[in-house]
């Protein structure tokens, strides 16, 4: 079975602008989380979706925004980006949305801004 | 709200040395709790999590961990270090009634010396 797939892997952005990535899951998971990685910051939850429903949001402004297909598949988009923003964006996906199951990683999306 | 805490951001053990990793948390509820594991360019990949059956939970690559509600910890361990188990590790909580959340402590850098 194919592993949770982020793309793109890498993207460079200017401050100000925009950007969408992209996750697909585990071939049957209907959950998909999102968390930010910094070395200031850690691991943060950005937000989960369950059936294309929003069932979870952190605290993040609402420049971070997402949202989930009917085929499971889930994007991020950050609008005006800063530099602050630079940082590992890594998608999960679960089976359910219970946190009985396991969360499935990607490898992430390393974003910088300029 | 929910928080972990990860005792020491780096770890330095011999190979074959006990593998001591300490995480503590708090949570108004009782939990769901994760040991997650990170190698270089990667994401996170799960090496094992209480769900409230056994206390003593064993996972992948020889780690353990045990629950203590008393000491509110989560502590990793594994009898003999390997080179391969350099990497970053992270404790994870979850409420167990609100989806995939997870709040990540701060991680630990694993260091193994030949």
């Known amino acids: 079975k194919a592993g949770v797939t982020q793309t793109p892997r890498y993207l460079i952005k200017t401050r100000g602008q925009q950007v969408t990535l992209s996750c697909s899951p585990i071939s049957g998971h209907r959950s998909v989380s999102w968390y930010q990685q910094t070395p200031g910051q850690g691991l943060q939850f950005l937000f989960e979706y369950f059936s294309e429903t929003q069932r979870n949001k952190g605290n993040f402004p609402g420049r971070f925004s997402g949202r989930q297909f009917s085929n499971s598949r889930s994007e991020m988009n950050v609008s005006t980006l800063e530099l602050g923003d630079s940082a590992l964006y890594l998608c999960?996906?679960?089976?359910?949305?219970?946190?009985?199951?396991?969360?499935?990683f990607g490898p992430g999306t390393r974003l910088t801004v300029t | 709200a929910q928080s972990v805490t990860q005792l020491g951001s780096h770890v330095s053990v011999s190979e074959g040395a006990l593998v001591l990793l300490r995480c503590n948390y708090s949570s108004s509820v009782p939990p769901y709790l994760f040991w997650y594991v990170q190698y270089p360019n990667q994401g996170l990949q799960l090496l094992l999590k209480?769900?409230?059956?056994?206390?003593l939970v064993k996972g992948i690559n020889g780690f353990e961990a045990e629950f203590k509600k008393s000491e509110t910890s989560f502590h990793l361990t594994k009898p003999s270090a390997h080179m391969s188990d350099a990497a970053e590790y992270f404790c994870?909580?979850?409420?167990?009634?609100?989806?995939?959340?997870?709040?990540f402590g701060g991680g630990t850098r694993l260091m193994v010396k030949p």
């Open positions: 994870a909580v979850s409420p167990n009634n609100a989806g995939n959340m997870l709040t």
């Open positions: 209480y769900t409230s059956a056994a206390t």
């Open positions: 999960a996906s679960s089976l359910e949305g219970t946190g009985l199951y396991e969360q499935y």
